[in-house]
């Protein structure tokens, strides 16, 4: 933008003012050409002062959005972070979930498996136990079953030797009835 110039119409009165004067015409020209030439750079210094204040003022202004989008983008940032550190918080806090999870379930496995262990020792131990009290029972009745055949064939010979006894009584028994009966028989052959 250049700035206005007024020159002509200044001459044109700067002129008529001088020829109005005591002045010569070409000292007034002088004089007036001064005066505008003095208004043209007051003006153009006006113009720059101006073009100045707004380059100054789009300056600031641009100044003003580069610092709001510097932090803007300094939040956005920020705002990135925090959301990074809240999913590596979850993810974090998810794994350690998942830790324990695993680490309860290993010690209940271990448990349970402990436990099995336990409980097959105990039942081998019964087991062993009702085999010693099945062996003895066994043990028992057969000494019993021994005993009672040895009193069995106690008692038989006792009997056979109580049945030979009384057979050789009455064997003798015989023989001295039959003395008796040879002796009577002879007295009376002799009577």
């Not at 920020?78 to 959301?83: D, G, N």
Request: proline share 1%; net charge positive.
């Amino acid at each position: 933008e250049k700035a206005p110039s007024k020159k002509p119409a200044a001459a044109k009165t700067a002129v008529t003012a001088v020829a109005k004067s005591d002045f010569t015409l070409q000292a007034g020209e002088v004089s007036a050409y001064d005066a505008l030439t003095a208004r043209d750079t007051e003006e153009k210094a006006a113009f720059e002062k101006r073009e100045t204040k707004k380059r100054e003022a789009a300056a600031a202004k641009a100044d003003a959005e580069a610092k709001a989008d510097a932090e803007k983008a300094a939040k956005y940032e920020e705002f990135k972070a925090k959301a990074g550190e809240r999913e590596a918080a979850a993810a974090e806090k998810a794994a350690a979930a998942e830790k324990a999870k695993a680490e309860k379930a290993a010690a209940a496995k271990a448990a349970a498996a402990e436990k099995a262990k336990a409980d097959a020792a105990a039942k081998a131990e019964r087991d062993a136990a009702a085999a010693e009290k099945a062996k003895a029972a066994e043990k028992a009745k057969a000494e019993r079953d021994a005993a009672a055949a040895e009193k069995a064939k106690a008692a038989a010979a006792a009997k056979a030797d109580k049945a030979a006894a009384s057979a050789e009584k009455a064997k003798a028994d015989a023989a001295a009835k039959a003395e008796r009966d040879a002796a009577a028989a002879e007295k009376a052959k002799a009577a």
